[in-house]
């Protein structure tokens, strides 16, 4: 995954298999969000899915244009 490399190359431990999708979701998106990769969420509004959405529009804007996920 993606978001994972990108916690483990800025020095965050593996995620071990007990971890959650929820936990891990939430701990990539605060990582980007204080490496300032993506804007933050306000306050009220830091649920899962919206955290999702921010991490698929990250991701999105790192393929290549002619990748097939953007067809």
Known sequence: MVG???A????????SATDSAKD?????YR????DKL???LPAGSEDLL???HKL???LKNKLPKDHPLLK
């Open 31 to 34: 990582l980007l969000a204080n």
């Open 4 to 6: 994972e490399a990108y």
């Open 8 to 15: 483990k190359n800025r020095g965050f431990n593996t995620f």
């Open 50 to 52: 919206s955290m999702k």
């Open 56 to 58: 698929a529009v990250w």
């Open 38 to 40: 993506i804007t933050p």
């Open 24 to 28: 891990k979701v939430e701990c990539i």
